[in-house]
């Protein structure tokens, strides 16, 4: 576990040991959950991102305006789960999974330069020509019309229940 301290893990023996697999799990992944709160209400939303590890945060984008930027802009802090699902073992009524949970805090970037690098970290983590995508689909004129949002972790673990091989 990075960061995290209220909990311990109930079954421990899941508990993933180490960062680089957590990472592994969230590079390997299209998208994560995100749960968030105003006024007693949660809220939860589905996302692509982009991870950036040096940094310690997730990217996404979305538009300027609706629930998601209400919510947020009332309460920045968020818990949010990224998911592999390794599927349903026949006959054992086990499911095979690895999981990270974070705990983070999100703002909203306004600097140029700064949307340009999550945009190109996004089209980096999806497309098979990002350099072509880049240059056709980041243009001054989006890097302003377009909001991104950064999610700062602050805690992080993971936990898997891998099937059992025959």
């Known amino acids: 576990m990075i960061g995290m301290e209220a909990y311990h ?17 969230i590079r390997g992944q299209s998208y994560l959950t995100l749960a968030m709160c105003k ?38 802090f968020v818990c949010g789960q990224v998911i ?3 599927g349903y073992v026949e ?3 086990e499911y095979g999974y690895r999981s990270v ?14 949307r340009r690098r999550a945009l190109e970290a996004m089209i980096e983590s999806y497309e098979h020509h990002p350099e072509k995508a880049k240059k056709q689909l980041i243009q001054q004129s989006s890097l302003e019309k377009v909001c991104i949002g950064r999610i700062q972790v602050l805690s992080m673990s993971g936990k898997e229940s891998l099937p059992k091989k025959k």
Request: aromatic share 10%.
């Open 39 to 76: 006024d007693d209400k949660p809220y939860m939303v589905t996302l692509n991102y982009a991870f950036d590890p040096r940094q310690n945060c997730f990217y996404f984008h979305c538009a300027r305006g609706g629930r998601k930027i209400d919510t947020l802009s009332a309460n920045p």
């Open 91 to 93: 006959g054992e009524c």
């Open 84 to 86: 592999e699902d390794l």
């Open 101 to 114: 949970m974070f705990e983070g805090r999100v703002t909203f970037l306004d600097d140029l330069s700064e």
């Open 9 to 25: 893990m109930r079954r421990s023996e899941l508990a993933m040991k180490s960062e680089a697999e957590m990472l592994e799990v």
